[in-house]
């Protein structure tokens, strides 16, 4: 019963390239998550989508990012023209409702480095 | 998210029961205390939520006061892979949903051996 997947766990990119994260839920679970945590800090929600929906971006940057989890597939955190202070751990968590108590199940993060 | 309140940082004893307190004195009816640690720069990990009981799990207690203004996360018995940052959250309920899970700086535990 694999946990949340995330990869790649190391991502190296150069100033201006693209980053793309990708994130597997765990089996049965329909709700996606993606936090961002630079270095020395805490960690700071960005994007909570539902299959096929964004349904809070309240914490994305308005520009150069984006998120989607389509109805086949990970959900795929997409970073454009990076810039070094996008370099930070990305974690990706999912849950099987939000109905009463909701349990997020962290992956293992995927670390971004912009040189 | 009702605002939570936690020491910076803690120390306890290896082998020793750890006692993490978290204020929420802002908190709704319907609104769950969870507790998360992260070790070292792994991924967050859940520990336990409550609501209005106390709750005990194969990992660590908690205890809900019955105004539920605060709680306290228990380690029975700490270990030094227990050192880590705790965080306690109670993320707002609306619209029959719950929101998102809003970290704050949480207690850093040092386990000593």
């Known amino acids: 019963n694999a946990g949340v997947m995330q990869n790649p766990r190391h991502l190296v990119r150069r100033r201006g390239q693209e980053a793309r994260l990708r994130c597997s839920p765990m089996k049965g679970h329909s709700h996606v998550y993606w936090y961002r945590q630079l270095p020395e800090e805490g960690l700071k929600f960005m994007v909570y989508l539902q299959k096929e929906n964004i349904i809070d971006e309240s914490g994305m940057p308005k520009e150069r990012f984006s998120a989607e989890f389509p109805k086949e597939g990970p959900s795929i955190l997409r970073i454009q023209q990076v810039v070094r202070g996008d370099s930070a751990a990305y974690f990706c968590?999912?849950?099987?409702?939000?109905?009463?108590?909701?349990?997020?199940?962290f992956g293992a993060g995927s670390r971004l480095t912009v040189l | 998210d009702a605002k939570t309140t936690q020491p910076p940082s803690m120390d306890c004893a290896e082998g020793r029961a750890a006692n993490l307190p978290c204020n929420h004195s802002?908190?709704?009816?319907?609104?769950?205390v969870y507790w998360y640690r992260q070790i070292h720069s792994q991924g967050p990990q859940y520990i336990i939520h409550g609501l209005k009981n106390n709750e005990t799990n194969e990992m660590a207690s908690l205890i809900i006061t019955e105004d539920r203004k605060s709680s306290t996360l228990i380690l029975p018995h700490a270990t030094l892979r227990d050192t880590a940052v705790y965080y306690c959250?109670?993320?707002?309920?609306?619209?029959?949903?719950?929101?998102?899970?809003?970290f704050g700086k949480g207690t850093k535990l040092s386990v000593k051996p």
């Open positions: 968590a999912s849950s099987p409702t939000i109905s009463g108590a909701n349990v997020l199940t």
């Open positions: 959250i109670a993320p707002s309920y609306y619209g029959g949903s719950q929101g998102n899970l809003i």
């Open positions: 802002t908190i709704s009816g319907n609104e769950y």
